[in-house]
């Protein structure tokens, strides 16, 4: 079974910065495409950014330009780079293996997320 453990966020003022990690066990990360969401309080579980077994990056609109998603395939982790933060991105954040059908398809069950907010 694969789990993720995500972690990283906390909280920073608007224009900051943090870095999320999601450690992957049950699976070997290089084989598979991740991707990162986001779900804040009222609203549906939102993709962010995806990265292909290859390294091929992709960032939906309004993240574009200030997140940067990586891969350690040797450490199993995906990671999120998040830059000039703004209150609207303040979420839970989450990470997932997915498949491309063709939008990003999580294919497992979701882990704790990590708390982002942003404040000041």
């Known amino acids: 079974q694969v789990q993720f453990v995500e972690s990283g966020g906390g909280l920073v003022q608007p224009g900051g910065s943090l870095r999320l990690s999601c450690a992957v066990s049950?699976?070997?990360?290089?084989?598979?495409?991740m991707a990162w969401y986001r779900q804040a309080p009222g609203k549906q579980r939102e993709l962010v950014a995806t990265?292909?077994?290859?390294?091929?990056?992709n960032y939906e609109y309004d993240v574009k330009g200030r997140f940067t998603v990586s891969r350690d395939n040797l450490k199993n982790t995906v990671y999120l780079q998040m830059n000039s933060l703004k209150p609207e991105d303040a979420a839970l954040y989450y990470c997932n293996r997915v498949r491309f059908s063709p939008g990003a398809l999580p294919l497992d069950s979701w882990g704790q997320g990590t708390q982002v907010t942003v404040s000041l």
């Open positions: 049950g699976s070997y990360l290089s084989f598979y495409h």
């Open positions: 990265i292909t077994s290859d390294g091929d990056t």
